[in-house]
Each structure stands twice: as C-alpha cells, then as structure tokens.
C-alpha cells in the first residue's frame, strides 16, 4: 500500500479514491441491517448462501456488546461452522467430519467501529488462512491444529444459516462458550466468493431495521435502598406474548427484579441467591411457580437473563439463551393467554404490602444493587425482538435510585455499614478484605490476626495490619517475612559508605552496591581516592600550585583566580556586582567596570562607577580600616613629636657646634654632606647630627665605590667597629688632647656630657633604647612606609 502511494500520481490517487467511494456508496445499497439483542437473520436449509466463502469472505461491520455469533451455517450431522467476536477479537469455530477447528483470526477488532474484514483462504481452517481487517494483516492463532476441508458447497454444510444473531440456542452446536451470546451489530454488507449476500432477503428475521444506529451507552441504575423502586413506560395492554429481559448485579439474597401485571402477572425475583420465576395469566387461584436450583445469583457478577411468556408458558433463559426455569400456568394452553398488565414495577414496589399484591408474591423488598440493560416486548401475532428501555427516560415514577453509574457501595443507605472493618457493597453490609465476621445480624467484623500463624522468620517480631502483617526483622535479614540474609550485613561497605541491597538469592558481595563517602573508592570504598592524580567522587585538585593527599582527604592549594576544595571554580570577582550601576567585566585575576566614565574599563577592580575609588582585591573591613587610620594618625604625631624635639635639639646643638667651628668652610662641608643625606634619603636632614648620621656616613662611605670615597673625610672606623666604642675612644682622645684646634665632626659628642650645653648624650642613649624595637611592621603598611622603617631599623641594627 504504501509503495503504491509512493509512485502513484495525483489524479490517479483520485481515482483510487473515487473508485473506493462508489465502491463502499455500492456496499450501502446493498443493505446496511442493524440486529438487535436477541435479533437474527435466518436463511433455510439449502439456501447455500456462504457458498465460495471457503476461497474469500468479506464483510463491514459493527457491534456494541462483549461476543456474540455474526455467522453461523448449520451442516449435516454435527457439522457447523461458526464466525463471531469475543473479547475484541474475531474467533472461528467449526466442525467438519468430526474435526473439531478453534481458531482467533484478527486483533483489535473494538467495540462500537466499523471494520473491514477480508478472509481468504477459509478452506483449510489453519495458520496459512489471510486475514485483514482494516488493512491490517493478521495471522491467526490456531488453538486446535486439525486438517479440515471447509466447502460451503458441499452437501455437509447445506444447512441453516444464521447471520448478526440466532433464533434459539437450541440451533447452535458451539462446542465453546466464546461465542454463546446475542450480539447486537450493524453489518454494511457481506460478501461470499465474488456474490453479494442480500441482506435484504433472508428467509426470516427478528430485531432486524435497516437502519445503524451508534451503540448506545448501556441504560444502568442503582438501587440505594430498602424503598427503592422504579415504574417503567410500557406497552401494557394486553398481549399473548411478553419478552422483559435484565442484567443485575447484586450481593443481596433476596429482592425483587421485576412485576409485570396487576392481579394476572409475570415477576421474576431473588430467594435466597436462587431467582423465581411466577406465572399467573388468570389473575386469580394459585400461580405456577418455579425456583433455580443454582442459588449464586447474588454473586455480585453481572446477570443477564431474559424472560419469554409466550400464552401460559414463561421462560428463563440466560445471556446466551440457555434455559433456566420455565413454568406453565394452569395445566392448559389455551385459559388466558393475555396478560392484562397495569404497570412494569423495576426492582420494588411503591407499596410493598399493597393489598393488590398477590400473596404469592413472597419476596417484596426492594432489589439493591445495580440494574443494567433493561429490554422489553410485548406482542400478539408477529414477534418482536426486546428493545432496550431507559430507566431514566422511560419511568412513570421512582424512588431511591441514582442513574449516574452502577454505584455499589452506594447501595446500602438504609443501613449503617459503619462499624470497624465494614463496608457496603450491591445492597449488602460485609467486612472488608483482612476482616473476619464475629457476627451476622448486626453484622460485626474482627481484624484477622495475620501474625498467627507467624510468617515472619528468623526472630523477627511481627505486627499485624489489615489484610497484611510488618516483620520487623533482625539486623541480619531482609525481606517480607525476613528470610533473606543481607548482604549489606555480611559484605559491609567501609569507610562511612552507604551500602544499597541488591536483590540477590544468595548472599554475595556483589549482591550489594556501596556507595562511598567522599574521598573512597573501591567496590567496597576501602581505598582512598588520591585527589592530586585522579577524578574521585570528591573532586580533583586543579589549577593548583600545590596539592596534598591524604586518607579520605586533600589539600589543594589555588592558583590566583581559583576557589573551592579542589580549586575547579574560578573566583566570580562580579558576584556581589562591585560596579554598582555599571556593567562589570570579570577576569580570572580580578574585573574592571564599565562605567560611564570609564567605558573601557581601563581601572582595575574599580567600586562602583560613582567617584573613583579602586578596592584593594583583598578587602579591607571597615573596622580594620580605622584602626590602621588611628594607627597612622598617631604614628604621625609622634614622627612630628619626635621631629619638632629634634629641631630644638638641633639648634642648640648647632649653636655650640659653630662655637667650635672654623667658620663657613666647615658649615659647607657639612652642608654638602647633609645634602648628600638628602639625595640618598629625602628629607630627613636632622638626622645628619645624630648617631645615624655618623653611622651612615660610614656606611655610605662604606657602600661607595672606591674613588668616591676620596672625596670624603676618612674616618678611622673599622669594618667592624662598635659605633659605642668608637664615640668612647673619641671622647678620650679629646680629653687627652691638648690641641685646642682639633676639629673634628665627632667632636662634640666628645664635648658633651654632664653640664655641657647638649646635656647628656641623649641622643645615642634614645638610639639605643630606640633600638630594642623592631620596626619591621612598617613594611607592611606598603612601600611608603618602608622608608620609615628602614630609618627606625638602620638605628637599631648598628648599636
Ligand atoms: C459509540 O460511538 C459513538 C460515536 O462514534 C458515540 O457517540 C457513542 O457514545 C459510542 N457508544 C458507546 C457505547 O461507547
Ligand atoms: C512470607 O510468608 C508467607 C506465609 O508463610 C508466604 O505466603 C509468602 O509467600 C512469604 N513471602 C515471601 C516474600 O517470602
Ligand atoms: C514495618 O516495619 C518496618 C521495620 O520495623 C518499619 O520501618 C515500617 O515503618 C513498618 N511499616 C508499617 C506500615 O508499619
Ligand atoms: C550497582 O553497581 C553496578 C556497577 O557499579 C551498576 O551497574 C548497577 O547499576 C548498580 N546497581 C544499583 C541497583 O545501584
Ligand atoms: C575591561 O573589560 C572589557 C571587557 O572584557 C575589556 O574589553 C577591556 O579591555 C577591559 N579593560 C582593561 C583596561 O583591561
Ligand atoms: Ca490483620
Ligand atoms: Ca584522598
């Protein structure tokens, strides 16, 4: 087919379709029949209508109820051949020379759709038999594998032929129950061989129109309680023959189904889960009565039965056909063959002990439960197939009904099914699943004790629940009933490790997966995971400059730019958005933002894009930051301090040095060395008259290059030397020298002392107690005060 469509063009895909509409516009007019429930079309012995079906048969159909016979063709003797649905499937049955044939021949043959069927290759009744149903192919699944020669045209399949139904049960020799139903179906048309069946000329039909109607949604009502009834619209004058027909399902043992008359009647009802059929045409005397000996009616299962009166005599058949009960009133045929009927009562009276009840009559409660697919008839010369009543539509009156759904726990409001472990069900209070009766009348229900006998094993203890028991199992054992050894208790995981039950017979191993802590690895996560050389579950060091491995840990250290355990993140320097209203750019190392003012970005790790202010990337709190401001405030008054006392310090001391002086070459000579101080480093000129200054002024000399050392003073100070003892020996020198003249930088250190204008040697002595400090830290405060430290430290590391 699809091949076809492939290279077909248009216009001859329209003929196709064309033709496949005068085709199937053909097959209407060869009369679409629609056969109702307990319907047929019947063709005589000899009329050999299926005749070449055994080479292709064809049919388009439709049905609406659960199986039933489409065709059936009598032979001689038990010979039959039979072709229906059952359980959305189409099923053969046959019997050809003592040859029993069951066969199921296509799939997904659904309720309430039209369906094409092609059959070729009948004859044999096997596997190589071709079926297709909405172009679908199927093979059939053969049940009995027999050889058989199906030919309609031979003399030992020449009899009956009945299609969409049959007139009794008593006609079919079905061997199986699959297709003992009526069904009710739409056939379009059917073909045997090359002939059209004409549908429209059986030799005898019943419940036959030409006209499809859909399946209809079944008619269905629930009795809810005691009092519950309906009084149905029927044809109710009288008649020889009556037809009413009803499915039921109920768990009650008594009720009434149906009351069709009024002094004469025909009632059917429940005694005891047996059904009773009664009979009385005359209206007066006793009736004939007749009981079922199968007493499971009210098992709950849907009951299809039908009952046919046809003058004295009643029949109850079930969903098939098969007899059930049947009663003739008055001993003769002919006493009164008309009912005359006032009314159709459904499932109870509106008056139960109505004086118009016939005593016999025994059962008058209302049926509970739900009715479906309530079918009447009622005629006198020509037989009338029953069509279906609705109990919502069609009722003069009722009392207590629902006809939303079949509504079974809704079906015992007149009683309180409300005690421990109760429930109503189709007219009937019951203990549920896992109750057991204490008592009948009032119904009293018991949680059945599911620990004894105990199934739990291996020392479990048991709790007992509803319709089911807890074991509460040893740490060894797992399971229902605690008879399975874990293997998470024999084979446990390590190292913290969750370990996950397998579902193994046997305890094993493998029978149990571990799933470790971070950090191991192995099957049993005995094994750590070293993190600096392989991907473990709790992570890999990358983007490290170091890593450290240890049992169940790492250490990895980040390169700049990187965070987390195990370094894989980079540092998002935007997350908390430093640029404020402009766009930030991150970069491994750090961001710039894109402000207004600075579209390019060009200042790194900017705040913000209001006033310009960069942040250190090593953040600073705000509390840090005032301390190091107090700090520095403070180091500040005490650098002016210090400075303003040696200013004063200074000039007394210059006055005293130019008493000494040799006049302005000497002042210049001093100059340029104090100059020199203050190219080397900056403006700490004060600290030319100081012990730093005589101890840089050897360091330097020391640090200059030879020849530039020439052009300064040498001083007789060793590599060496104590700057102490230097001064000591100085001193001495001075008081031993006679020479007035003597001049020398360093000697007015000598000079001082006690008395002396200088006072005492306060400077060398502050130098020293100066210099029990570390200055170091200064460094830290950043390059500009370095310089600072290098002064306070230089002091120091000399003395
Ligand atoms: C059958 O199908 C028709 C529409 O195709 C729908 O209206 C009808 O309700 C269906 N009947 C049942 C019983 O599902
Ligand atoms: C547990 O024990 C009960 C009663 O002995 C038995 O019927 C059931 O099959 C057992 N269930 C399992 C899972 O072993
Ligand atoms: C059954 O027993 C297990 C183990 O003692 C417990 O965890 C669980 O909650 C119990 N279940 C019920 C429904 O009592
Ligand atoms: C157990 O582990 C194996 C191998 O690791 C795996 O294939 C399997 O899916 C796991 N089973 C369960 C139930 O976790
Ligand atoms: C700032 O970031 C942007 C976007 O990545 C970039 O184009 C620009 O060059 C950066 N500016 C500087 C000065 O690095
Ligand atoms: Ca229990
Ligand atoms: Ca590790």
């Given amino acids: 087919m699809c091949s076809y469509s492939g290279s077909t063009t248009p216009s001859y895909r329209l003929m196709l379709l064309l033709l496949v509409f005068l085709v199937a516009s053909l097959h209407q007019t060869t009369g679409e029949k629609f056969i109702d429930k307990n319907g047929y079309l019947k063709w005589n012995l000899g009329s050999n209508v299926l005749v070449g079906a055994e080479t292709r048969l064809e049919f388009t159909f439709r049905y609406c109820n659960n199986k039933g016979v489409l065709i059936y063709q009598q032979g001689e003797g038990r010979n039959f051949f039979a072709l229906g649905v059952n359980d959305q499937r189409l099923y053969i049955e046959a019997s050809i020379d003592g040859l029993a044939v069951e066969m199921y021949v296509?799939?997904?043959?659904?309720?309430?759709?039209?369906?094409?069927?092609?059959?070729?290759?009948?004859?044999?009744?096997?596997?190589?038999?071709?079926?297709?149903?909405d172009g679908i192919a199927y093979t059939p699944e053969v049940l009995t594998d027999v050889v058989v020669d199906l030919d309609f045209s031979?003399?030992?399949?020449?009899?009956?032929?009945?299609?969409?139904?049959y007139e009794s049960i008593d006609q079919l020799r079905l061997?199986?129950?699959?297709?003992?139903?009526?069904?009710?179906?739409?056939?379009?048309?059917?073909?045997?061989?090359?002939?059209?069946?004409?549908?429209?000329?059986?030799?005898s039909q019943l419940g036959v129109t030409d006209k499809c109607v859909v399946c209809l949604p079944p008619s269905l009502v629930?009795?809810?309680?005691?009092?519950?009834?309906?009084?149905?619209?029927?044809?109710?004058?009288?008649?020889?023959?009556?037809?009413?027909?009803?499915?039921?399902?109920?768990?009650?043992?008594?009720?009434?189904?149906?009351?069709?008359?009024?002094?004469?009647?025909?009632?059917?009802?429940?005694e005891g889960g047996a059904l009773v059929l009664r009979l009385n045409t005359r209206g007066s005397g006793a009736d004939t009565k007749y009981k079922t000996t199968r007493t499971t009616f009210n098992d709950g299962e849907m009951q299809e039965v039908s009952v046919t009166r046809t003058g004295n005599m009643a029949t109850l058949v079930d969903g098939a056909g098969n007899i059930i009960a049947r009663v003739t009133f008055g001993g003769s045929q002919n006493s009164a063959q008309a009912l005359n009927a006032e009314r159709l009562y459904v499932g109870g009276f509106p008056d139960a002990n109505s004086a118009d009840l016939?005593?016999?009559?025994?059962?008058?409660?209302?049926?509970r439960g739900c009715l479906e697919e309530l079918r009447f008839a009622s005629y006198s010369a020509v037989e009338e197939a029953p069509t279906q009543i609705n109990f919502e539509n069609q009722n003069e009156a009722s009392r207590d009904v629902d006809f939303s759904a079949c509504l079974e726990s809704a079906s015992c409001q007149s009683y309180s099914c409300t005690g421990e472990g109760q429930q109503c069900s189709l007219g009937v209070c019951e203990c549920i699943r896992g109750y057991g009766v204490l008592s009948q009348d009032p119904l009293e229900c018991y949680n059945i004790d599911d620990c004894s006998p105990n199934p739990c094993q291996n020392g479990a203890v048991c709790t007992d629940k509803i319709a089911d028991y807890n074991c509460t199992c040893t740490d060894r054992y797992k399971g229902k009933n605690c008879s399975v050894i874990r293997n998470c208790y024999d084979f446990p995981c390590l190292n913290g490790a969750e370990c996950i039950e397998l579902d193994t017979p046997t305890p094993s191993a493998t029978g149990r997966n571990c799933s470790c802590a971070p950090g191991y690895k192995g099957v049993d996560c005995g094994q750590d995971c070293d993190e600096c050389s392989e991907q473990c579950n709790s992570g890999m060091c990358v983007n490290s400059i170091s890593c450290e491995n240890s049992i169940g840990d790492f250490v990895c250290e980040c390169k700049e730019g990187y965070e987390g355990k195990?370094?894989?993140?980079?540092?998002?320097?935007?997350?908390?958005?430093?640029?404020?209203?402009?766009?930030?750019?991150?970069?491994?190392?750090?961001?710039?933002?894109?402000?207004?003012?600075?579209?390019?970005?060009?200042?790194p790790n900017r705040q913000s894009c209001g006033p310009l202010r960069v942040v250190n990337p090593i953040q600073i709190s705000p509390a840090a930051l005032v301390a190091i401001l107090v700090c520095l405030v403070i180091l500040l008054i005490l650098v002016i301090v210090f400075v303003a006392f040696r200013r004063q310090y200074q000039q007394k001391k210059k006055k005293a040095l130019y008493g000494y002086g040799n006049g302005p070459d000497f002042e210049e000579s001093r100059e340029n060395i104090m100059k020199y101080e203050e190219e080397g480093y900056g403006e700490e000129d004060q600290d030319a008259y100081d012990v730093n200054l005589i101890k840089s002024v050897g360091d330097t000399l020391k640090q200059r290059k030879p020849e530039d050392r020439s052009k300064y003073p040498t001083l007789p100070l060793g590599e060496a030397a104590d700057v102490g003892d230097f001064i000591h020996g100085r001193l001495g020198d001075a008081e031993k020298d006679t020479n007035d003249g003597a001049i020398d930088e360093m000697m007015p250190f000598g000079d001082e002392g006690q008395g002396s204008l200088a006072g005492s040697l306060s400077s060398l002595n502050s130098s020293s107690s100066d210099g029990d400090q570390n200055y170091d830290y200064l460094h830290d405060w950043g390059p500009r005060f370095s310089k600072l430290a290098d002064m306070f430290n230089d002091g120091e590391s000399d003395d």
């Fill in 358 to 367: 016939a005593d016999d009559i025994e059962v008058r409660q209302s049926f």
């Fill in 106 to 133: 296509g799939e997904d043959v659904l309720r309430n759709q039209t369906h094409d069927v092609t059959i070729t290759n009948l004859r044999t009744l096997n596997a190589n038999t071709g079926v297709i149903i």
């Fill in 566 to 603: 195990d370094c894989s993140s980079e540092i998002d320097w935007c997350k908390d958005n430093p640029c404020g209203t402009g766009i930030c750019n991150n970069f491994l190392t750090g961001y710039n933002c894109t402000c207004p003012d600075d579209p390019s970005g060009a200042v």
């Fill in 175 to 203: 061997n199986t129950q699959r297709l003992k139903a009526y069904p009710i179906v739409c056939i379009d048309f059917m073909r045997a061989g090359q002939t059209d069946i004409d549908l429209n000329n059986p030799s």
């Fill in 222 to 270: 629930t009795l809810t309680k005691t009092t519950s009834y309906l009084e149905m619209k029927v044809d109710n004058n009288p008649r020889s023959n009556t037809i009413i027909s009803i499915n039921f399902r109920t768990k009650a043992t008594d009720g009434l189904l149906f009351y069709f008359g009024g002094p004469a009647y025909l009632a059917l009802y429940l």
């Fill in 154 to 165: 031979r003399s030992i399949l020449v009899g009956e032929t009945q299609i969409g139904g």
